[in-house]
């Protein structure tokens, strides 16, 4: 006998739809937060719960199977860019883009004014390289070094480095929870990209002024040294020349002419391989396995090695199952009417946008609080959120903007995360002695809030499959 039902049962009610919800919340806080489970395994638990109670309701396997499957089918677009996107970094790194562009980015450094120089150079490396910890960890650990021989207050020196990181991962499209963030609230990548820049640039800039007025109380009359065996280092491995910025300039292009984003990256990946073996010598077998596996450097470097060891499509394979386990937990919610039932409740206490966005903000925070995961607290309030934000005809990238705002980085200033904990280990400085000088961290949220409230740099949806470009 087929378990597939003759007729579609009657959704749980709002109690029992909750349960799901809590059990995730309870093995999120429990399986990650203290004995640091696998998100994955944990979200496959929550799917589990979820698919029983769906079934003493009623509903069949082939309901379940069915929502979990139009579930993923709806992020795959998304989830093809993240692959993508580990190809991009492979052969940027192969041909020496991201090279250069780290090279020259130490070269801005101003000795006159130290923590603004820190923000700006942190925040350009980590853009280019899409890695908040491997910037903290190499040019970090040389910024910090240089403060304290400046006498300058450890905790404004590791803000100003931890804010500049985040920033550039934040905005990268090579950073996992920048490709994250669209692919649960359904929404493009480079558009998403565009509309953090409301919030996330004045952040940035009060940030940056902030860093200039408290650099001018701490002028020395020394020179900053710069980290001079990592620059010799880059020079000596890489041949850099202005061809090398080809790569990012056609992707930029693709992105300003609103055109297919894989195409777009695939033909700079295509142009910075043949870069890679005309300028950096680097074999044909060598350069496409770097496309797989990603760039392994070996420069003789050990900090420098672990920053330029990256890419591959294998890289973004964590974040994929991170993704499928969520949409499959998602599926099981949506088919059964779980989700509609959740949704209905939360949709009579947002009645105006304002008060929709603050409840998306007040939820990230919240997950990041119990989870200490970026990923979580990107992935829980987008899948909850993003029917809502349809419903009330507002673009995705509403959402997607803010679950970066309050979830992303926020996480580093959580004491119990493993951000704060790589964070404060790798900087010497606690993470409650460095969050109050990491003002792009905190500041962006506000902007969200204001927005919301006030309908500025909010979008309303244009079209029904916004993971289209130009949405």
């Known amino acids: 006998m087929s378990m597939t039902s003759k007729h579609n049962p009657k959704p749980p009610g709002l109690f029992v739809s909750v349960i799901p919800l809590l059990s995730m919340v309870l093995l999120l806080i429990v399986g990650y937060g203290i004995f640091r489970i696998g998100a994955e395994v944990l979200l496959v638990i929550a799917a589990f719960i979820t698919g029983l109670l769906a079934r003493i309701s009623g509903y069949s396997w082939d309901i379940m199977q069915k929502g979990i499957v139009e579930s993923i089918t709806k992020a795959l677009p998304a989830m093809l860019i993240v692959i993508t996107v580990g190809v991009l970094i492979g052969s940027w790194i192969v041909g020496g883009t991201i090279p250069m562009l780290i090279y020259y980015g130490l070269k801005l450094i101003s000795p006159r004014f130290f923590l603004l120089s820190a923000c700006m150079v942190c925040s350009i490396i980590s853009l280019f390289t899409g890695t908040s910890w491997g910037t903290v960890g190499t040019i970090g650990i040389a910024f910090i070094g240089v403060a304290e021989g400046l006498n300058i207050p450890a905790a404004q020196a590791a803000g100003a480095i931890i804010s500049g990181a985040y920033f550039g991962d934040k905005l990268s499209p090579f950073s996992d929870t920048t490709n994250l963030a669209p692919i649960a609230a359904r929404s493009n990548l480079f558009d998403h990209i565009k509309h953090m820049l409301w919030t996330t640039l004045p952040a940035w800039c009060i940030g940056l002024f902030i860093y200039l007025l408290l650099g001018l109380f701490y002028h020395s009359g020394e020179q900053i040294t710069l980290p001079v065996e990592l620059l010799s280092t880059l020079k000596k491995s890489f041949t850099f020349n202005i061809f090398l910025l080809l790569p990012p300039l056609i992707v930029l292009y693709f992105a300003v002419r609103k055109l297919p984003t894989i195409p777009g990256m695939l033909i700079s990946s295509f142009i910075a391989l043949i870069l890679g073996i ?194």
């Open 278 to 471: 005309l300028f950096q010598k680097i074999n044909v077998t060598s350069a496409l396995a770097a496309l797989t596996n990603g760039y392994q450097s070996q420069t003789g470097l050990a900090e420098l090695d672990r920053l330029l060891s990256r890419g591959g499509m294998m890289s973004m394979m964590g974040v994929t199952l991170i993704a499928f386990c969520a949409f499959g937990f998602a599926g099981i919610m949506q088919s059964t009417g779980m989700l509609d039932r959740i949704l209905t409740a939360l949709a009579r206490f947002t009645k105006t946008t304002g008060i929709l966005v603050a409840s998306t903000v007040m939820s990230c925070i919240s997950v990041a609080l119990m989870t200490g995961s970026s990923f979580l607290s990107i992935i829980i309030p987008g899948e909850l959120f993003a029917p809502l934000y349809k419903e009330k005809n507002l673009a995705a990238k509403n959402l997607s903007r803010t679950t970066e705002d309050s979830g992303t980085v926020i996480v580093p200033l959580i004491p119990w995360s493993m951000a704060a904990v790589f964070m404060s280990g790798t900087l010497g400085v606690s993470t409650l002695d460095y969050l109050p000088w990491t003002f792009m961290n905190y500041i962006g949220f506000l902007f969200a809030l204001i927005y919301g409230f006030t309908g500025l740099a909010i979008s309303p949806k244009i079209r029904e499959d916004e993971t289209q470009p130009g949405s």
